[in-house]
């Protein structure tokens, strides 16, 4: 075996070697006991992912009765004895939704709907079962993997951005909220924190309810951020180069990216007031060929509009009703350019290149009136 081989086995063995795990077979009742006594904990992050269907939470419950196989739970040890659930939210939120213990609606039972194999179980709930099926299902055994409390903090929270990223039904922010909390949640509470601010809502008020619903203004405040400070190291595919620039920040062990959150947050306020006081919901949206504003999101012209005006931020005073108005004129000069609808419009505008020159194109034409 050569050196490089014989150096790469001695790298695995010593990740091994930091990861601490254990295995328990336990039964769905206990797990209810756990989660009813503080020792199972679903975070509030996790409890909003909750989105199977009823039909979906029923047929889960149905394979239990059926004593089908079930993939196992993930959780990480917060304290001895003490769990925090990471993955298999929606089996484990299914069974409690069927014992009236629901993460976000305690007290509501779930009414067996769409169950395919055994029909005769559809509207049924828990209390409406034999006595039989409900020892049954209680006593229904489920593959607890735990990541213990003594494992590398960097390599818990590798591992399960893993077992979380490809799911359909997360969007990229949503994984990122959740799991970045395993490195440090300054970062991420901040961006959070910042998605709340009254003029960046303004802003991106046309944005959808489904948009919303995905995070994806946080995912927009850390958009800002991350090609703000970190666009050299973009080349084309966005929501790696977020999660690389979320990390960076956030990872302890990294010493190499920095942010000032003081700094920056008066930035970001100072960016979006000047924004909110021109165009207000429209500033991210194109002209119709009639000039009107059309209320449509464009991630374009968020990037555009927002980096463009870095240069500028210590001489432009939201509270110059003058030159607010200067400035609304020329946003609306910017978006009717034939030359800025070619770069903002169209499909392989997502590489470095064409945001640079977005950007640029309006970083130039507001220097021009300052």
């Known amino acids: 075996m050569t050196h490089a081989g014989i150096d790469l086995i001695k790298a695995v063995d010593q990740r091994i070697e930091k990861i601490r795990t254990r295995s328990l077979d336990v039964s769905f009742n206990e797990l209810l006991d756990m989660h009813r006594d503080g020792e199972l904990i679903i975070d509030p992050e996790y409890q909003r ?24 739970i993930f959780v990480i040890e917060q304290s001895e004895g003490v769990y925090e659930l990471i993955d298999g ?44 099926l409900e020892i049954k299902l209680k006593r229904n055994f489920i ?21 979380n990223t490809g799911g359909e039904t997360l969007s990229n922010q949503e994984v990122r909220n959740c799991t970045i909390r395993l490195l440090d949640d300054t970062f991420n509470s901040f961006i959070s924190e ?33 090609f703000k400070n ?13 999660t690389e620039y979320m990390e960076a920040v956030s990872d302890p062990q990294n010493n190499e990216v920095s ?20 165009l207000a919901e429209g500033i991210f949206s194109a002209l119709s060929p009639k000039g009107t504003l059309v209320s449509k999101f464009l991630t374009y012209h968020y990037e555009a509009f927002t980096l463009g005006m870095q240069k500028y931020l210590s ?7 003058d030159l607010m108005e200067r400035l609304k004129k020329r946003f609306l000069e910017i978006k009717a350019d034939p030359e800025f609808k070619k770069i903002t419009t169209g499909g392989g505008k997502n590489y470095s290149r ?3 020159e977005r950007i640029q194109f309006v970083e130039d034409r507001v220097g021009d009136i300052l």
């Not at 942010?259 to 021109?278: C, N, W």
């Open 194 to 226: 910042m998605s709340q601010y009254a003029d960046f809502l303004n802003c991106v008020a046309n944005l959808t309810e489904e948009k919303f619903d995905q995070k994806y203004d946080i995912e927009l405040v850390l958009r800002f951020f991350a």
């Open 315 to 321: 001489v432009i005073d939201p509270d110059n009703g």
């Open 143 to 163: 593959r607890v993997d735990i990541l213990r409390k003594e494992s590398d903090q960097r390599l818990r929270y590798y591992m399960f951005k893993r077992l």
């Open 354 to 356: 064409p945001l640079h």
């Open 259 to 278: 942010f000032d959150y003081e700094g920056e947050r008066r930035k970001f306020e100072l960016t979006f007031a000047i924004l909110s006081r021109t």
């Open 230 to 242: 970190y666009r050299a190291h973009y080349q084309h595919d966005v929501g790696d180069f977020l």
């Open 49 to 72: 992912l909750f989105r199977w269907s009823e039909g979906a939470q029923s047929r889960f419950i149905e394979s239990l009765i059926l004593e089908m196989p079930v993939p196992p």
């Open 89 to 132: 939210l929606q089996r484990i939120s299914s069974y409690l939704h069927f014992r009236g213990l629901h993460p976000s609606k305690p007290g509501q039972l779930l009414e067996l709907v769409d169950c395919d194999i055994v029909p005769e179980l559809n509207g049924l709930t828990y209390d409406e079962l034999p006595k039989t």
